[in-house]
């Protein structure tokens, strides 16, 4: 599959909030199957992120397509902090994003690049080290999660560089937009810690102190068009930072994870020209412990039945791109099963 450049074309409709059917968020030995106590239903969970963002709304729809399409399954899902935690619930009892106690989660949504850093015991996961990284598999890709710095259309920042000694959104700690727009800036010679004043809202919080002047800029690994962005730009023209050049380059060659990609001139308010930076992937992850099966229905009814799907990111869910990516990750046998009969892998 290619691997080079790619576009998205934006569309700025939202799905209708009534679309999403979240399934419950209780713990599996507290919710009743179709056929009662006793039944034979594989309950399973699978961690999201924040409420604000995409991994949320767009995870309830997943999982309800398992659930009414796979027999014997009921997959719920719970907001948190996202990819590090996420991958860290993998292993055992977590958190949701209110601070209850929510059981191991059988599946997981993560950025690509920081759960590559999960495996290899880097990054957020170089001080604490998950109990078994190389447990991790690979199920297949979601959508593309696109860096985005988002900056007022009349200001004076023209690139990442001269974002030192502004007031920066970067992201929630430990989130794949934090991650990543470390990754970003030290590539341009900035020190995150050092060079810029550094904020953690999450980006729904930081596209309003971007919109009222509190922030200069904000980073956010979203869907495009992302919410938050059009819901600046409605009000306050914005403009989007490229990321490209030598820096993108040394990133990519470092760092497997990324891979260029275009968005188109228009896709938001103030935003006038095409603009290059660069994406990774929101993809889904589980351990070697789910049955082969099962690990095989659940990414066949993800892609086919993906045209089901409400949320504005549906369309991006493309057996085409599935594993794009996946870099050292290695793919569950069920989904490799599954995608050697689709043809996409030897």
């Known amino acids: 599959m290619s691997k080079g450049r790619r576009t998205i074309r934006a569309s700025v409709a939202i799905a209708a909030a009534g679309v999403v059917a979240l399934s419950a968020c209780a713990a599996p030995e507290d919710v009743e199957g179709p056929g009662g106590e006793d039944s034979a239903t ?49 292993e055992g009892e977590t958190e949701d994003d ?22 290899a015991s880097e990054g957020p996961f170089a001080d604490q080290p998950l109990g078994s990284p190389g447990d991790i598999r690979a199920l297949g890709n979601i959508y593309p999660e696109v860096m985005q710095v988002v900056v007022s259309a009349d200001s004076d920042i023209e690139s990442i560089a001269d974002l030192e000694g502004r007031n920066v959104e970067i992201g929630p ?34 596209a309003t102190a971007l919109g009222d002047g509190q922030v200069d800029a904000a980073f956010g690994i979203l869907s495009v068009p992302a919410g938050g962005i059009l819901e600046v730009s409605a009000s306050n023209d914005v403009r989007l930072l490229p990321i490209d050049g030598s820096e993108a380059e040394g ?10 990609l275009t968005i188109e001139g ?20 589980t351990t070697s412990a789910l049955d082969e099966q099962l690990a095989y229905d659940l990414v066949r009814v993800m892609y086919e039945e993906a045209d089901s799907i409400g949320h504005d990111v549906g369309s991006q869910v493309l057996l085409d791109t599935a594993i794009d990516g996946l870099g050292s990750m290695e793919l569950h046998p069920g989904a490799e099963r599954y995608y050697q009969e689709q043809g996409i892998l030897d």
Request: glycine content about 12%; overall charge negative.
């Open 98 to 119: 209110e601070g209850a106690q929510v059981d191991q989660s059988q599946l997981i949504m993560a950025v690509n690049g920081v759960a590559m850093q999960a495996q």
């Open 173 to 206: 700690p430990g989130s794949g937009t934090e991650v990543a727009a470390r990754q970003i800036l030290e590539a341009y010679g900035l020190d995150p810690d050092e060079d810029i004043n550094a904020y953690d809202s999450t980006f729904g919080d930081a």
């Open 251 to 260: 990133l990519m060659e470092a760092d497997p994870s990324y891979s260029p």
């Open 266 to 285: 228009g896709t938001y308010n103030g935003q006038d020209e095409d603009v290059v930076t660069l994406t990774q992937w929101a993809t889904l992850y």
């Open 42 to 90: 594989e309950f399973l969970q699978l961690a999201t992120g924040s409420t604000g963002g995409t991994y949320y709304p767009l995870g309830g729809e997943i999982a309800q397509l398992w659930t009414d399409n796979i027999e014997g399954v009921d997959v719920s899902t719970f907001a948190t902090g996202a990819s590090v935690q996420n991958l860290r619930s993998l």
